[in-house]
């Protein structure tokens, strides 16, 4: 998520993963694919848990909906935008022409690139209720709000700050 702004917005819900929950049951990869595209094919899911069986961990990718996200100032087309008020960031798939710099300039890779339809894509929130979160038992993954996920970074990884 990055070093927050005096414009951010605290306040705003994120997703926030927390490896020492995940179980590496996929429940949250499975709902985000079936939502948007009616299929169980995880490789088109807008997340994905990353395993490490020899370590037992599991990592999650997705997007952060950074704060000053650099994939909006890659995008040639302006395609990827985001709400000031929601604070998500999404692609249109109109203006998207498929160059890839969004997936290239994200430090996570979080966009990816859809070959059927010759566009990058990545978590648009759906629409302020994650599929993701609703099915995490152990709640690796859930909805938090901005500051507590900063707080939560700086914790863990002993990034960021306010």
Same mark, same amino acid.
Request: glycine content about 6%; charged content about 25%.
């Given at each position: 998520?990055?070093?927050?702004?005096?414009? %951010?917005?605290?306040?705003?819900?994120?997703?926030?993963?927390?490896?020492?929950?995940?179980?590496?049951?996929?429940? +949250?990869?499975?709902?985000?694919?079936?939502?948007?595209?009616?299929?169980?094919?995880?490789?088109?899911?807008?997340?994905?848990?990353?395993?490490?069986?020899?370590?037992?961990?599991?990592?999650?990718?997705?997007?952060?909906?950074?704060?000053?996200?650099?994939?909006?100032?890659? +995008?040639?087309?302006?395609?990827?935008?985001?709400?000031?008020?929601?604070?998500?960031?999404?692609?249109?798939?109109?203006?998207?022409?498929? +160059?890839?710099? =969004?997936?290239?300039?994200?430090?996570?890779?979080?966009?990816?690139?859809?070959?059927?339809?010759?566009?990058?894509?990545? =978590?648009?929130?759906?629409?302020?209720?994650?599929?993701?979160?609703?099915? +995490?038992?152990?709640?690796?993954?859930?909805?938090?709000?901005?500051?507590?996920?900063? %707080?939560?970074?700086?914790?863990?990884?002993?990034?960021?700050?306010?």
């Amino acid at each position: 998520m990055g070093e927050p702004s005096k414009h %951010a917005a605290s306040d705003q819900e994120v997703l926030l993963y927390d490896s020492s929950r995940c179980t590496g049951c996929l429940s +949250c990869e499975i709902a985000c694919v079936y939502h948007h595209f009616k299929t169980l094919d995880t490789r088109r899911s807008h997340l994905h848990i990353l395993a490490q069986p020899d370590k037992g961990t599991f990592e999650a990718v997705c997007c952060e909906h950074c704060d000053e996200p650099v994939c909006v100032a890659s +995008c040639p087309t302006e395609a990827i935008a985001k709400d000031a008020q929601t604070g998500w960031v999404t692609i249109n798939p109109l203006r998207c022409i498929g +160059c890839r710099n =969004c997936i290239i300039a994200c430090p996570i890779s979080a966009p990816w690139f859809d070959p059927e339809h010759y566009v990058s894509t990545k =978590c648009d929130f759906c629409e302020g209720e994650p599929e993701c979160t609703k099915v +995490c038992s152990p709640q690796a993954i859930r909805v938090a709000r901005r500051g507590e996920a900063w %707080a939560f970074r700086r914790k863990v990884y002993g990034e960021g700050s306010e």
